[in-house]
């Protein structure tokens, strides 16, 4: 299987702030990669998915770049909603595998 | 408005067989695969089980497969999962989530899911 790893585990920045989140493979897994976002008591919500595709409604402060292993989810002047836990995933082949989770705190 | 909505959970006793439902609206179900992830707070997201709309072909975790069964009734709008055997590592938030396609292959990103119910296997 393939093993998704984020990097850092947490996170703590400031509203206004830009962030970005790593997610590597352990093999390639091309641009079929999506990252949600979760809020505590709630359900995953897709930000991303075909590595740089965003997701209708999500705004443009957030980005994702990358292919083959290394992924980057990037999060532009942060806003107070966004203090949250994201999560990459993979979806090559017919498996699919999340990330560990980056857990975003404000300082 | 798509809805997904997870039914089925509970305290369960280890070795006993459990079915999840999941009752979808908002959409064509038929048209879309379907999976369901679990989450627990030492293991965090977990992909379980993915069918295809047609109900045609299943995929399955390595960690699961062989003990967990999905299916879907699409004139009922409905999927399931079905545990065969319990077991303690079971215990978790199951949720349904809606594939952004019919297929699986590259398409499997999860675009909309339900809010969970929880599963706790304990005797």
């Known amino acids: 299987d393939i093993q998704m790893t984020q990097s850092p585990s947490t996170l703590s920045a400031s509203v206004g702030d830009t962030i970005t989140i790593s997610c590597r493979a352990s093999q390639t897994v091309n641009t079929w990669l999506a990252w949600y976002q979760q809020k505590p008591g709630r359900a995953p919500k897709l930000l991303v998915h075909s590595a740089s595709t965003l997701e209708g409604g999500v705004p443009s402060r957030f980005s994702g770049v990358g292919s083959g292993t290394d992924f980057t989810l990037t999060i532009t002047s942060l806003q107070p909603d966004d203090f949250a836990t994201y999560y990459c995933?993979?979806?090559?082949?017919?498996?699919?595998?999340f990330g560990q989770g980056t857990r975003v705190e404000m300082k | 408005e798509v809805r997904l909505l997870e039914s089925g959970g509970g305290l369960e006793q280890p070795g006993k067989p459990l079915k999840l439902s999941c009752l979808a609206s908002?959409?064509?179900?038929?048209?879309?695969?379907m999976s369901w992830v679990r989450q627990t707070p030492g293991k965090g997201l977990e992909w379980v089980a993915g069918?295809?709309?047609?109900?045609?072909?299943?995929y399955y975790a390595d960690s699961v497969r062989g003990r967990f069964i999905i299916s879907r009734d699409n004139s009922e709008n409905t999927l399931y999962l079905t545990i065969l055997n319990l077991r303690a590592e079971d215990s978790a938030l199951y949720y349904c989530?809606?594939?952004?396609?019919?297929?699986?292959?590259?398409?499997?990103?999860?675009?909309?899911w339900g809010q969970g119910t929880l599963l706790t296997v304990s005797s």
């Open positions: 995933q993979h979806y090559s082949g017919y498996s699919r595998t």
């Open positions: 989530a809606k594939g952004p396609n019919f297929d699986w292959l590259y398409y499997g990103s999860f675009d909309a």
């Open positions: 069918i295809v709309g047609g109900g045609g072909s299943a």
């Open positions: 908002g959409f064509m179900f038929r048209s879309y695969a």
